[in-house]
């Protein structure tokens, strides 16, 4: 089971977030019966829970954040629909193995948000390329529990194996 929180941007107002009721509203979430999950079921916050905050607003969030992660292990975030700059905060002050590499692409066109991704990661990081490998692949592949034999090889790569069978 996966579960994804998304978390509107009117309610993470500084005060909001200073107030601690996100932190006491998503331990409530986690300690939960009537959601019944485990603490190993993946949980991930949309949009680093800073969606439309200003670059202020962002910066008192991720202390939050960092705590939420302390506190739940199976807490990741989604980088979806951020500006460059609130999400170059993140990428400096935040462990990039809690990062998932997310585009909204309902609403940003997906090569939009890979190059605001990209051009924020590379001001922020000091590796950006293994930085780049966990965000995009491997921090997604650990958090869904996928190995070598469950991840789905792409239909074109089917496509190429079965014509090349033919052949020989």
Not at 53 to 62: F, Q, R, Y
Not at 92 to 121: H, I, N, T
Not at 157 to 165: P, V
Request: glycine fraction near 4%; aromatic fraction near 10%.
């Amino acid at each position: 089971m996966l579960i994804l929180i998304h978390v509107f941007y009117q309610y993470l107002t500084a005060a909001f977030i200073a107030s601690s009721t996100v932190l006491n509203n998503l331990a409530l979430l986690f300690s939960s019966s009537a959601l019944a999950f485990s603490d190993s079921a993946p949980v991930i916050l949309a949009h680093c829970g800073c969606y439309g905050l200003t670059d202020p607003e962002v910066s008192t969030a991720i202390p939050v954040l960092n705590s939420l992660f302390d506190m739940y292990p199976n807490l990741m975030a989604d980088t979806s629909n951020l500006e460059v700059r609130a999400l170059r905060l993140i990428l400096e002050k935040v462990d990039c193995s809690r990062l998932l590499f997310g585009s909204d692409a309902l609403y940003v066109p997906v090569w939009k948000a890979w190059l605001g991704f990209l051009q924020a990661l590379y001001g922020a990081s000091h590796q950006p390329e293994d930085d780049l490998i966990r965000i995009a692949s491997l921090n997604a592949r650990y958090c869904l529990g996928l190995t070598p034999e469950t991840i789905v090889r792409p239909v074109c790569q089917m496509h190429f194996e079965e014509q090349s069978n033919d052949v020989f």
